[in-house]
């Protein structure tokens, strides 16, 4: 840490802000002289305000999926980094190799799919806990509900880096406090790097303990917006709890949940630094999906094979994203 | 709001209390080991100890991330492009979240679909392309690089958060300064911002923490040591070395510390511009 590097680095920053904003004024500029003098459109004023945000965009997200898709197409490793060759037939091969040899050096494809589903369905265990939690916080009269509150949400507010960094040093063998408690009640303790289901099982509690606090967030701020009266009404006609629970807690949460465990599902599926941290002697039997692909790409340098494999990846998702929406509405009311 | 008259029996009172307070400790424990490897001295940090505040407690591995270790320039490196781009994204996402929420233009709709699909595709997926475009274009092992890769990535969530402000902004207000002659990006500007200023600033930190606690794009682009952004800093701290064990724990309470306390002070907001579109009545 030097003055000089302070100085680098302010003036390559500083430097990109001026040519970006150079380049967002330019587009601007266009995009007014085009609409407003060219085509009198009115809505340029509009197409002002959104463009910028949507070739920002475009740039970063469209212009690598076009070019992930080339790829797919292509024999890109590292023999052939520098002149890979583009055609059908070998975009064909990628593809089938993804369903007919191993992804890895020894984990085929459907294997890992089958590891990651039961990797995203933890989600409904987040969304379990995190509900439950939130109706013990919303009893009525409650002390210290700040206190739990903050205590509870820690784990969402810590830097995610740190707390995968810290659960993976705690499933040390010797030193780790899993392992210490275990032997306190004098059980052995556990292979929690080593052993394939155990190392998985400690993937799925570290993510476990981390996404509660997101549902219990929002399934509380939900809970808070049912209005009592309802509750009242019920009890007026001598429903139990139970029937509270499910007639009214649960029909009226539906509209905060569903879009939550379809964000949950979309996050969790994509989780990359948990299975990637928690898996430090880099089994293969941990691996799910995301971090196999990471792996293919840039362990194993097959840049053209993990293309094709990651566009598989993003078909999938995006196919059980619209089931979900179909079955559940979860985003009825984004339109509006 | 609640009726006093519906506080529960004593014995369910207990229950609940006992359950929070069991939650609480799962939650609590693993962080405050953390602090307490972070307070032990560097000779015993193998220890089977379950102590919290260890006996010979010592602040050693805290100087010593300071002084010793590049901890001051991560954070630098971090800081410079995480305050960038969350400056570049949120121009972006307000403006663009205004027009969506003020006009119905053709087009909204697939817009604001295509917003949510962004959040589909695995960030692993776009590793590759963004690494090979980098490499083309020199941006390997600089600070543009990043700040370019980062500054958009959190607009979809920030329009998301920021429609739902505006739209819970009368238009009476703007139509009444428009009848002053007041044009559309005046009106904007002074009166609409400044009423929204909670909630840039929620998306301005939302922003930041996307930036800040990044690892996979920073660990590719960024392979050079001098340029590590704080998380790369600290994977190479726990590499095979255990014994920086200590200075690692020292540093993560370091970086944490002020990030929760933003985010604690923050959840409240959050929390209503997560839930605004979707409670209704």
Known sequence: MSSQVVLTSLGQVGGTILWMFLGFALIELIIWIFGKKVLRNNNTLVAMLVLPAIIGLSLLLIFPLIYEVLLAFSNMNLFHFRNPDYSLKIGLENFIRVFSKPILKTQTFFPVLLRTFLWTSQVFVHASFGMLLAMLLNRPGLKFKNIYRAILILPWAMPQVISALAWRSEFNFGYGFPNI????????????????IWNFLAMIMTNIWLGIPFMMVIALGGLQSISNEYYEAAHMDGASGWTKFTNITLPLMKPVLAPSVMLGIIWTFNNFNIPYFINEMKLETSEILVTALFRAAFNFNQYGFAAAFAIIIFALLFSITLLYVKWTGALKGVTD | MKKLGHQDPTWLKGLIHALLIAACLVTIYPILRIVTISLRPGDRLMSTSLAIIPPDATLANYKAALLDHDFLLWIWNSFVITIATAFIGLTLASTSAYAISRWKFPGRNSMLIFLLGTQMIPAAMLMVPLYMLAA??????TYRGLVIAYSVSSVPFSIWILKG?????????????????????????KIILPLTTPALAIAFLFNFMNSWNEFMLARIMLPKPGMFTWPLGLQSLQGQYTTLWGIYSASSIMLSIPVIILFLYSSKWLVSGLTAGSVKG
């Open chain 1, 181 to 196: 408690i275990l032997n306190r009640i004098g059980l052995e303790g556990i292979q929690w790097k080593a052993d394939p």
């Open chain 2, 165 to 189: 402000f505006y739209d819970s902004i009368p238009t009476t207000l703007e139509e009444a300064a428009m009848i002053d002659g007041a044009s559309r990006m005046y009106t904007f500007i």
């Open chain 2, 136 to 141: 083309k274009l020199g941006l390997i092992n």
